[in-house]
């Protein structure tokens, strides 16, 4: 099982970035499906969840600013970042969870530098 994230960068306060991550390999149902992000010294983080039947979840530092989203038939999730801000610079790491699974895949990460 693989998880390949992709669409970071930087932009400017204001401006806005779509996150992808693709889960491949044997992984069968997918379950939920996350975004999480890290600063350095500072643990990871929840940003977005979302459950395959489409329940979300968000932390109140994006709520409103970034949606969540996924195609469950091409096991891949979505972040769109609207209104991004410079605390939201990080590094931002995708999640999958099978049903069978007692823990999630995690993706390679991927930097948002957002600057002021």
């Known amino acids: 099982v693989q998880l390949q994230a992709s669409g970071g960068g930087l932009v400017q306060s204001g401006g806005s970035l779509r996150l992808s991550c693709v889960a491949s390999?044997?992984?069968?149902?997918?379950?939920?499906m996350a975004w999480y992000r890290q600063t350095p010294g500072k643990q990871r983080e929840l940003v977005a969840s979302?459950?395959?039947?489409?329940?979300?979840n968000y932390a109140d530092s994006v709520q409103d600013r970034f949606t969540i989203s996924r195609d469950n038939a091409e096991n891949t999730v979505y972040l769109q970042m609207n209104s991004l801000k410079p605390e939201d610079t990080a590094v931002y790491y995708c999640?999958?969870?099978?049903?069978?699974?007692?823990?999630?895949?995690w993706g390679q990460g991927t930097q948002v530098t957002v600057s002021s």
């Open positions: 979302i459950t395959s039947l489409g329940s979300t």
């Open positions: 390999g044997s992984i069968g149902r997918v379950d939920v």
């Open positions: 999640s999958a969870k099978p049903d069978w699974a007692a823990y999630p895949y």
